[in-house]
Structure formats: structure tokens, C-alpha cells
């Protein structure tokens, strides 16, 4: 299932398809930086086992990867400090957009899981205190996997990030007044939004991605997860990854998937590959429109699922 270039000839019938789309949503527009993006751009890549890559349409074009990188921390921190995490952040979807601040203080601090911001906050957090500079142990990391040493993080979407924080700032002291942050929220919140402003294509995410198809290998082959942690990311990707649409994802699509509001969405097959689509248009939900169609035809029209 893993030679050279297998799903080819399928994301060029995929971008045929998604071109003759008239529905794409609308890009984020909570800052200019990401506001300014075509709703009909659209990449697709699919990355195989052994480091194989190969694209459809913008699929070399870096884009914001914004939630993404939630997978990579959180990855970055489970390999570190292991289950230590979970005293400080659950692993049940939250049913509520990624944003929300609802289930905070009925739940003592406790983010419901890593990728709603809340939850995201208190990875960065940890990997911060752990590795005394998290955002860039994630780049070193992103680069090495996607074999792509001009990565970088946009200051320029960090700095407008920061300018409309105020949510994020308030998630941030909230769970600092329970115990649940290290550092000072101000060193946080800095960190969470470069970690969002890297930039990458689809190409380099479903590269980095790879160590989840792999079971926790790298791209050099050495292990980063344990097989049972790779599980565990693997499945919180599935029932957290697109926050309230994640039953609807998982019906659609049927594998661990994470998206970011820059329209970025990473897909992994354990065992067989790796994907990453863009589309800036986004759902009411924060996810990419296209991406979300895209991943269900792939999956459709080969059969891969994890079901
Ligand atoms: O925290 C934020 O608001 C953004 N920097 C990231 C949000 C995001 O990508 C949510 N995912 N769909």
C-alpha cells in the first residue's frame, strides 16, 4: 500500500471535483493576516511511510498552521513528561467551539482537552516550562520532520494574534487562578501565538505528521511516541480534533484529523500515510470547507479508514 505515488491519480480527480465547488466558506477574518486568502485556493498532499510526497494544486503554498500545531505540542509534550499531562488537561471532546470558556469553571481549571485553546494553553505551558522555549523546540521539530529548514514563524500573525487576544488572555488567567500554568501568562500567551503563526505547506505537514502513521517514529527513524502514546494522539485527533464537528468529521472523513483556522487540515492513516488539504474558506465551525470534502473523497474512493 505504500509504493511510490499510490493516490495520485486520486487527488487529481479530487481537485477536479473540489474546482467545480461553488460553496467554500469564508477565511478567518479575527485578523487581517488571514483574512486576505482566496476561498478558491486549495492543496492536497499525501505523505507516505517512507517520507514519499506528492501534492495536488497549492500543495508547496505555506499557509497559517494555527491549530495544527496543537498536535505537534502536544506530541512534543507527551514525549517528555508522559501521563503527568492528564493531571492537568482531560481528553473528552467538549462539544463546544474551540474558543470556549463554558466548561472551565465547572471543571475546576481543567481544560476538557488538548485542542480547544484552553487545553492548548496548558501543553504550551508545560512544554515551555520543560524545554524553556516551546514554540521553538515545535519549529526545530517541524523542520526536521518535513525536511524543510525555511519554516518560520510569521511574526507579523503573531503580533496581530496578540493585538486580538483578549479570549485566549482570559483562558490563560483563568486556569492560572486554579494552579494549572507554570509560567506567567503574558510568557504563554507569546509562546501559543508563535506556535500558531508558523507557516508551512501541505507538503511539510503531512510530512511532520508521518510519526503518527509510523506508530511514534521519525522521519530518522527514531521514536519520539511510544506506540501507545502515537494511539493516543491518534485518537484524541479523532474525537477532539475538529472541536463541535468532530462526530461529523469522524462520520465524513473516519480518521484522526486536526484543523486550524488558517484552513489547514492534517489526516493520518496508521500504518499507511499521511495527508494534509488546505482551503482558506472556512465553516461556522472553524473548519475548511473544501478540506473537510476533500478528506471525504479520499476516503470514500479508497476505502482507507480507521473503520
Ligand atoms: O487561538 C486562536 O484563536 C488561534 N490562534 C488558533 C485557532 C484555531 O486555529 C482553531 N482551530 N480551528
Aim: with cysteine; glycine share 10%; charged share 20%.
Amino acid at each position: 500500500m505504500t509504493s511510490s505515488h499510490t493516490f495520485e491519480p486520486i487527488l487529481r480527480r479530487i481537485a477536479a471535483e473540489i474546482e467545480s465547488m461553488a460553496e467554500r466558506g469564508r477565511p478567518a477574518d479575527y485578523i487581517p493576516a488571514l483574512a486576505v486568502y482566496d476561498p478558491r485556493r486549495f492543496g492536497m498532499a499525501v505523505a507516505e511511510l517512507d517520507g514519499t510526497v506528492y501534492g495536488v494544486g497549492d500543495w508547496r503554498e505555506p499557509f497559517s498552521t494555527q491549530s495544527i500545531s496543537k498536535v505537534f505540542t502536544l506530541a512534543l509534550d507527551l514525549a517528555r513528561e508522559g501521563d503527568t499531562l492528564w493531571k492537568h488537561v482531560s481528553r473528552e471532546p467538549s462539544g463546544n467551539p474551540f474558543n470556549s470558556l463554558v466548561q472551565l469553571e465547572y471543571e475546576n481549571g481543567i481544560p476538557r482537552n488538548p485542542f480547544i485553546n484552553a487545553g492548548a494553553l496548558v501543553v504550551t505551558d508545560r512544554l515551555h516550562t520543560l524545554t524553556g522555549y516551546a514554540a521553538g523546540t515545535l519549529l526545530e521539530f517541524l523542520r526536521a520532520e518535513s525536511g524543510n529548514a525555511a519554516l518560520a514563524i510569521n511574526d507579523g500573525v503573531a503580533a496581530s494574534e496578540s493585538a486580538h487576544g483578549d479570549r485566549n488572555a482570559a483562558l490563560g488567567h483563568f486556569m492560572a487562578s486554579y494552579g494549572n500554568i507554570e509560567n506567567p501568562v503574558a510568557v504563554l500567551l507569546d509562546q501559543y501565538f508563535r506556535q500558531c503563526s508558523i507557516e508551512a505547506s501541505c507538503a511539510d505537514l503531512a510530512l511532520a505528521t508521518g510519526f503518527l502513521a509510523r506508530h511514534g517514529i521519525r522521519a530518522d527513524g527514531t521514536r519520539l511516541l511510544t506506540q501507545s502514546q502515537a494511539k493516543q494522539v491518534n485518537a484524541i485527533m479523532l474525537t477532539c480534533g475538529t472541536y463541535d464537528a468532530a462526530g461529523d468529521f469522524a462520520y465524513r472523513v473516519g480518521l484522526p484529523g486536526k484543523s486550524g483556522v488558517g484552513g489547514g487540515i492534517i489526516a493520518v492513516v496508521p500504518g499507511c500515510c499521511t495527508l494534509c488539504v488546505w482551503g482558506p474558506g472556512l465553516d461556522e465551525r472553524g473548519n475548511s470547507v473544501v478540506g473537510v470534502a476533500a478528506l471525504d473523497r479520499f476516503t470514500t474512493l479508497t476505502g482507507l479508514s480507521v473503520f
